[in-house]
């Protein structure tokens, strides 16, 4: 059932792809105006995490990070893509190109772990029989046991040191210290990819940067429909009437002193914290410097919405910890294929082919992806662009005797090159190299231990006009830190909003199937 209320105004707060997601929904399936939707972004563009760009100023290319998709997985986010065209096709749906891709340059990673230059092992998951009995034991809890644990209180030391958790911990920037509600969610919404963690070939790419193959056509399709942009517009806090059981925003309040007045029938959907804001890039000169105060637009925004009554969550389980909650990537632009030409020869992978490789004796745990080139629509021929990250930013280097964070790109570059064994390539791969850290002091925040109501619903009890969306608010049995979960909030509250009748995608329960349950048993025993 569509639902078309002429005076209806909405209004979604932060540009990233919760909103973008939010605004086809009520285009498609809520029936309304493009005219009469707006979306307020502190920052000059959308896209919020997808943000991968140009540094024209450094002639180099940037990304904060990569959002995995994964075959089977994702079906909010591939039901939302199967309704926009491509920039370059209009017949032919962004999930469709997705899948094309796919099946032309598949996933199937050949050296998941390199140590001192050489491939090392990785289909041994290193599991003793206490940690096998120890994940059983997790998978089996409910999850209502487990507010406020951490997932090194259920696992003895020796777990962290396995195969199995550099590479589960790798894929998904775990730390040990992160929440075991979570862990466990990425256990059940992952099952049917675990048998496959040493080749990473349930993995799915776009073709080029999650920017320009979702974001961009996403933008062009609402910008079709004349939906109003408003960009460097601060949100400072809502008013939100409470009245018993009922709770209606009545106005949006601005930076500079401006407010909108919101109607009953008005709706507002606003994005909740962020996994990068503060996040500070350096250059290949210099580390970049960690913003470790909390303040930052996204979370004030929440913090104050969160004052006016205890079901709109509580920011400070999640941007409280900067020092558990931060890590360090880096993007390299090189103006030739010498460092991607030895990749391939290490690894026996070509470009875009591999998920990913980690560097199992880095001090750092590094992580080094090459993505299919070119990875930006406006990468010329004779540049070409790899992402890495590491988990441990405060340890100090195997080879630059500093730690991560006090490091320059080009520092970071010299240890990638010692560890991957190209040291005889060094001074040609540092002549053609652009590397640019970037620190995030808030991009696993969203693991951060948590009990119930630390997170808001996506449409809180009592709501009349108004819903959270992103990766803090709570979606039962979901996992965050991913692009599905900002799609599936954007569905839930826009059907729950506007009384659409019609079902939100299932959640993936690959432990349903007996062909899963026997690959991953079967993995366990190697």
Same mark, same amino acid.
């Given at each position: ?18 909103? *973008?997601? @939010?605004?086809?929904?009520? &285009? +498609? %399936?809520?029936? #309304?105006?493009? =005219? ?43 039901? *939302?893509? @199967?309704?926009?065209?491509? &920039? +370059? %096709?209009?017949? #032919?749906?962004? =999930? ?431």
């Amino acid at each position: 059932m569509k639902i078309n209320i002429k005076q209806r105004k909405v209004y979604l707060i932060g540009g990233g792809i919760a909103s *973008l997601a @939010s605004v086809v929904y009520l &285009i +498609k %399936d809520g029936g #309304l105006k493009g =005219k009469d939707i707006t979306i307020f972004e502190a920052k000059g563009s959308m896209g919020g995490s997808l943000d991968a760009k140009k540094n024209y100023t450094k002639d180099a290319y940037i990304m904060t990070g990569h959002r995995i998709l994964a075959k089977n997985a994702f079906e909010c986010t591939y039901n *939302l893509l @199967s309704h926009i065209p491509t &920039i +370059k %096709d209009e017949n #032919l749906s962004v =999930k469709e190109e997705i899948n094309n891709f796919n099946n032309q340059i598949k996933t199937y990673t050949k050296a998941r772990l390199v140590e001192g230059g050489h491939v090392v092992d990785s289909y041994d998951l290193g599991l003793r029989w206490k940690d096998k009995w120890d994940l059983v034991k997790v998978f089996f809890r409910q999850e209502s046991s487990m507010d406020g644990v951490q997932i090194n209180e259920c696992f003895e030391e020796s777990f962290f040191e396995t195969n199995f958790w550099l590479e589960f911990s790798t894929v998904f920037a775990f730390q040990p210290w992160h929440s075991l509600a979570e862990f466990r969610r990425y256990i059940y919404r992952s099952f049917h990819a675990l048998p496959f963690a040493d080749t990473m070939e349930m993995v799915q790419s776009t073709p080029y940067s999650q920017h320009d193959s979702i974001v961009m056509p996403i933008l062009k399709w609402i910008k079709d429909k004349g939906v109003n942009f408003e960009t460097e517009t601060v949100v400072t806090d809502l008013n939100i009437e409470v009245v018993e059981n009922r709770k209606t925003v009545k106005e949006i309040c601005f930076s500079n002193s401006k407010k909108i007045t919101v109607s009953s029938e008005d709706l507002v959907l606003t994005t909740l914290g962020s996994m990068t804001t503060n996040s500070s890039f350096g250059s290949m000169k210099s580390a970049p410097i960690l913003k470790e105060n909390r303040g930052s637009v996204s979370w004030d925004l929440w913090n104050n919405i969160a004052k006016k009554d205890s079901s709109f969550g509580r920011p400070e389980v999640f941007n409280d910890h900067v020092k558990r909650s931060g890590w360090e990537s880096f993007t390299i632009t090189f103006k030739n294929k010498v460092f991607l030409n030895l990749m391939e020869e290490l690894t026996g992978n070509s470009d875009g082919t591999s998920g990913g490789t980690t560097i199992s004796s880095s001090n750092w745990v590094m992580s080094i992806v090459v993505p299919y080139q070119p990875h930006f629509v406006d990468q010329p021929d004779n540049l070409f662009v790899c992402w890495g990250y590491s988990l441990r930013q405060n340890k100090e280097g195997n080879f630059v005797e500093k730690k991560m964070s006090q490091c320059s790109g080009e520092e970071i570059l010299i240890e990638l090159i010692e560890h991957l064994g190209f040291n005889n390539k060094r001074k040609e791969i540092l002549e053609s190299a652009t590397c640019i850290p970037c620190v995030m002091p808030y991009i696993t925040s969203q693991f951060s231990p948590r009990q119930k109501g630390d997170r808001p619903q996506v449409v809180p009890t009592g709501s009349e006009n108004f819903a959270f969306l992103g990766q803090f608010c709570e979606i039962p049995n979901d996992i965050v830190f991913t692009v599905e979960y900002s799609v599936r909030s954007a569905q839930i509250a826009v059907y729950k909003l506007l009384n659409i009748d019609k079902k939100i995608e299932p959640i993936y329960k690959g432990y349903y199937y007996p062909k899963n349950i026997y690959r991953l048993i079967k993995a366990m025993l190697r």
